[in-house]
């Protein structure tokens, strides 16, 4: 019988606390903080595997059981979050964002919100991506698991050890192998498929039936278990929100992990082990499932109630989700994993009590909807404001110039039309992610004379040694490496990207690289950003718009990145433009024509706002051609095509 292991509730709370700091928003202190979740999944599978492996060969083992157990442990905690998030949506968003976070919670019912979110994960599903119930995609591919596994475990029952372990450990390499393969040309499949998550689970689940032997030397579990930690925080520390993620990126955390747990079965009184027992990481262990339930909606729900995200109230967060977690734990986990004497412990009570419960968190989920009818009624000013919350996909050049995840690689890039150079004209190449690809229009409206060429990838930002997916990686070295040595005297040459402070220290280097081929490099700074999608925000006030302040919601990284950049830029001998100063020199500017947002989501430029940028900073990107210049701005969004 799978003993109790303090350390590894202490290895739990290493687990959660990143990710907890990673979504609040303390980036510096944990800037991989997403790895927790692969963490979890090598604890899961430790535990699983060893508790079927070990019942099936006791002959104690029912799947009737298992199933009981499983719904004890993960539905009591997680229901009360399902009609929090409901309850919310229904108090906060406007129906057709409410829309999403139904479809979710639907989703989710039947453990299947990761292919929801795999299905709703373009590039710009804004709406999917802040939903309160993405978090609980790692539940469902853990579920899934759970549901294959005994399967998995009952057909091995009467094979030989040599054939058993054979066959988990080629199910963790195809899998692993799997997710490295494709992480370049299917991204979000890698990140939230079952098959291709399978491997962090089944290492867990290696360590459980004994294929790994155990560790007699003393030293040489101190050894092991050291080596793991520091494995773990390395990727902790290292792995950021640019990182080509999972895959290779996440093995040495999972391993690390399984160092950790596989040393603890033999020597449970190492170093790492008696640090991981310590009170406050035991504690924050136990409360893990339930702090990973409820800091995710509190996170989502925060600035629809607050507005602008400060250190006060990130530290605010932190100390809810602990509280919000304490509780759960306290008097609604243990109660229901450890039930009173008189309660009907019958399996098929259980399971028919879970499942009635999951129906009427549906029912009861579904009868919030009609709250924001209340409490946010939709105008008719506020519904066209709502309905600019959209991509434009043409004007962008999307599938052509701009690859998105979508994308099968490089080789869709269209490079005889994207690169084509101009004989008559100047020419004006264009580099970076989505931040720039939506200066296409505003350059091409703006510069009708020139000749606007594109090299962009969704999260490809065009500095140093670059990073992203292989599309991203490919793009960027065909362009700096073949195509702008063989096209020397492009006349400007303009980057864009969602910058990050890293990419700072090495703008440098790649303004000096540019200058070998080209007269001009222009940088943009970092687009103004919300902590909600502009038209959002816009229509919350659409009903006096001259008299909104959109200020409250404005994200306070924008003014420090963009000082740190100007100085990046201009140090090198670069021609930096300001977005910061060009829309939010004084209060920020909203709209970028009458009804008109300037952004269709949390950063992006609309047609419309591109226009209106480009058209105000003409003259900084190509000084002395008012030949190529359209004399007026636009005024529609139609004129910026």
Same mark, same amino acid.
């Given at each position: 019988?799978?003993?109790?292991?303090?350390?590894? #509730?202490?290895?739990? @709370?290493?687990?959660? *606390?990143?990710?907890?700091?990673?979504?609040?928003?303390?980036?510096?202190?944990?800037?991989?903080?997403?790895?927790?979740?692969?963490?979890?999944?090598?604890? +899961?599978?430790?535990?699983?595997?060893?508790?079927?492996?070990?019942?099936?060969?006791?002959?104690?083992?029912?799947?009737?059981?298992?199933?009981?157990?499983?719904?004890?442990?993960?539905?009591?905690?997680?229901?009360?979050?399902?009609?929090?998030?409901?309850?919310?949506?229904?108090?906060?968003?406007?129906?057709?964002?409410?829309?999403?976070?139904?479809?979710?919670?639907?989703?989710?019912?039947?453990?299947?919100?990761?292919?929801?979110?795999?299905?709703?994960?373009?590039?710009?599903?804004?709406?999917?991506?802040?939903?309160?119930?993405?978090?609980? $995609?790692?539940?469902?591919?853990?579920?899934?698991?759970?549901?294959?596994?005994?399967?998995?475990?009952?057909?091995?029952?009467?094979?030989?050890?040599?054939? %058993?372990?054979?066959?988990?450990?080629?199910?963790?390499?195809?899998?692993?192998?799997?997710?490295?393969?494709?992480?370049?040309?299917?991204?979000?499949?890698?990140?939230?498929?079952?098959?291709?998550?399978?491997?962090?689970?089944?290492?867990?689940?290696?360590?459980?039936?004994?294929?790994?032997?155990?560790?007699?030397?003393?030293?040489?579990?101190?050894?092991?278990?050291?080596?793991?930690?520091?494995?773990?925080?390395?990727?902790?520390?290292?792995?950021?929100?640019?990182?080509?993620?999972?895959? $290779?990126?996440?093995?040495?955390?999972?391993?690390?992990?399984?160092?950790?747990?596989?040393?603890? +079965?033999?020597?449970?009184?190492?170093?790492?082990?008696?640090?991981?027992?310590?009170?406050?990481?035991?504690?924050?262990?136990?409360?893990?499932?339930?702090?990973?339930?409820?800091? $995710?909606?509190?996170?989502?729900?925060?600035?629809?109630?607050?507005?602008?995200?400060?250190?006060?109230?990130?530290?605010?967060?932190?100390?809810?989700?602990?509280?919000?977690?304490?509780?759960? $734990? %306290?008097?609604?986990?243990?109660?229901?994993?450890?039930?009173?004497?008189?309660?009907?412990?019958?399996?098929?009570?259980?399971?028919?009590?879970?499942?009635?419960? *999951?129906?009427?968190?549906?029912?009861?989920?579904?009868?919030? @909807?009609?709250?924001?009818?209340?409490?946010?009624?939709?105008?008719?000013?506020?519904?066209?404001?709502?309905?600019?919350?959209?991509?434009?996909?043409?004007?962008?050049?999307?599938?052509?110039?701009?690859?998105?995840?979508?994308? @099968?690689?490089?080789?869709?890039?269209?490079?005889?039309?994207? *690169?084509?150079?101009?004989?008559?004209?100047?020419?004006?190449?264009?580099?970076?992610?989505?931040?720039?690809?939506?200066?296409?229009?505003?350059?091409?409206?703006?510069?009708?004379?020139?000749?606007?060429?594109?090299?962009?990838?969704?999260?490809? %930002?065009?500095?140093?040694?670059?990073?992203?997916?292989?599309?991203?990686?490919?793009?960027?070295?065909?362009?700096?490496?073949?195509?702008?040595?063989?096209?020397?005297?492009?006349?400007?040459?303009?980057?864009?990207?969602?910058?990050?402070?890293?990419?700072?220290?090495?703008?440098?280097?790649?303004?000096?690289?540019?200058?070998?081929?080209?007269?001009?490099?222009?940088?943009?700074?970092?687009?103004?950003?919300?902590?909600?999608?502009?038209?959002?925000?816009?229509?919350?006030?659409?009903?006096?718009?001259?008299?909104?302040?959109?200020?409250?919601?404005?994200?306070?990284?924008?003014?420090?990145?963009?000082?740190?950049?100007?100085?990046?830029?201009?140090?090198?001998?670069?021609?930096?433009?300001?977005?910061?100063?060009?829309?939010?020199?004084?209060?920020?500017?909203?709209?970028?024509?009458?009804?008109?947002?300037?952004?269709?989501?949390?950063?992006?430029?609309? *047609?419309?706002?591109?226009?209106?940028?480009?058209?105000?900073?003409?003259?900084?990107?190509?000084?002395?051609?008012?030949?190529?210049?359209?004399?007026?701005?636009? %005024?529609?969004?139609? #004129?910026?095509?």
């Amino acid at each position: 019988m799978l003993k109790y292991r303090s350390d590894i #509730d202490g290895l739990r @709370s290493i687990a959660v *606390l990143p990710v907890v700091i990673y979504h609040i928003g303390f980036g510096p202190i944990a800037p991989g903080g997403f790895v927790g979740v692969d963490i979890f999944f090598v604890i +899961s599978g430790f535990l699983i595997t060893r508790i079927i492996f070990d019942g099936i060969h006791a002959r104690t083992y029912s799947v009737m059981d298992f199933y009981v157990r499983r719904a004890r442990r993960i539905l009591p905690a997680l229901i009360p979050v399902y009609l929090f998030c409901m309850l919310m949506a229904g108090l906060l968003l406007f129906p057709s964002e409410r829309k999403v976070v139904e479809q979710a919670l639907l989703y989710s019912l039947t453990f299947m919100s990761n292919i929801f979110f795999y299905l709703n994960s373009g590039y710009f599903d804004q709406a999917a991506k802040s939903s309160p119930l993405l978090h609980t $995609w790692s539940l469902s591919v853990e579920e899934q698991f759970y549901i294959v596994l005994p399967v998995v475990i009952y057909a091995l029952k009467s094979q030989t050890a040599k054939v %058993r372990n054979g066959t988990f450990l080629a199910m963790a390499a195809l899998s692993f192998v799997a997710a490295c393969a494709l992480l370049g040309q299917a991204p979000e499949a890698v990140f939230y498929l079952l098959p291709f998550r399978a491997w962090e689970l089944l290492i867990g689940s290696i360590i459980a039936v004994g294929i790994i032997p155990p560790i007699t030397n003393r030293r040489a579990a101190e050894l092991i278990t050291i080596s793991g930690f520091v494995m773990i925080l390395v990727s902790i520390q290292f792995l950021h929100s640019g990182s080509s993620f999972p895959g $290779w990126a996440a093995a040495p955390a999972c391993i690390g992990a399984a160092m950790i747990i596989h040393s603890g +079965s033999s020597h449970g009184d190492t170093l790492i082990a008696r640090a991981l027992s310590l009170p406050p990481l035991r504690f924050i262990g136990l409360i893990s499932y339930s702090l990973y339930l409820w800091h $995710w909606p509190l996170v989502v729900f925060y600035p629809y109630v607050f507005g602008k995200m400060t250190v006060a109230g990130k530290l605010g967060l932190l100390v809810a989700s602990i509280a919000f977690a304490t509780f759960s $734990w %306290r008097f609604i986990e243990r109660p229901f994993r450890k039930p009173s004497g008189g309660t009907d412990h019958r399996p098929s009570h259980i399971l028919g009590w879970s499942g009635a419960s *999951l129906a009427a968190v549906a029912v009861v989920g579904l009868l919030f @909807s009609p709250l924001s009818a209340i409490v946010l009624p939709t105008s008719e000013a506020a519904s066209y404001v709502l309905a600019q919350q959209k991509q434009p996909d043409a004007q962008w050049r999307t599938g052509k110039c701009f690859l998105t995840l979508a994308a @099968s690689g490089f080789e869709q890039y269209d490079r005889a039309s994207c *690169l084509k150079r101009s004989d008559s004209q100047p020419d004006i190449l264009l580099i970076g992610d989505s931040h720039a690809a939506q200066y296409y229009p505003g350059l091409k409206h703006s510069f009708p004379n020139a000749n606007v060429l594109q090299a962009t990838s969704s999260g490809c %930002r065009p500095v140093g040694d670059f990073e992203g997916d292989e599309r991203c990686t490919d793009l960027m070295r065909y362009v700096f490496e073949e195509f702008l040595p063989a096209n020397r005297g492009i006349d400007v040459v303009v980057l864009a990207g969602r910058w990050r402070p890293a990419e700072a220290e090495r703008m440098g280097a790649t303004i000096q690289k540019l200058q070998r081929y080209t007269q001009r490099v222009v940088v943009f700074g970092p687009i103004i950003e919300y902590t909600q999608p502009l038209p959002r925000i816009l229509a919350l006030g659409a009903d006096s718009p001259d008299a909104y302040k959109a200020s409250r919601y404005l994200e306070e990284k924008v003014q420090p990145l963009d000082r740190l950049f100007a100085r990046s830029v201009t140090a090198a001998g670069g021609n930096y433009i300001s977005l910061y100063e060009t829309l939010c020199a004084d209060e920020c500017t909203i709209w970028a024509g009458p009804g008109q947002a300037m952004q269709f989501d949390y950063g992006h430029l609309s *047609l419309a706002g591109s226009a209106y940028v480009v058209d105000r900073v003409r003259s900084q990107i190509m000084p002395g051609a008012e030949q190529f210049i359209r004399k007026s701005g636009p %005024r529609s969004a139609n #004129d910026a095509i």
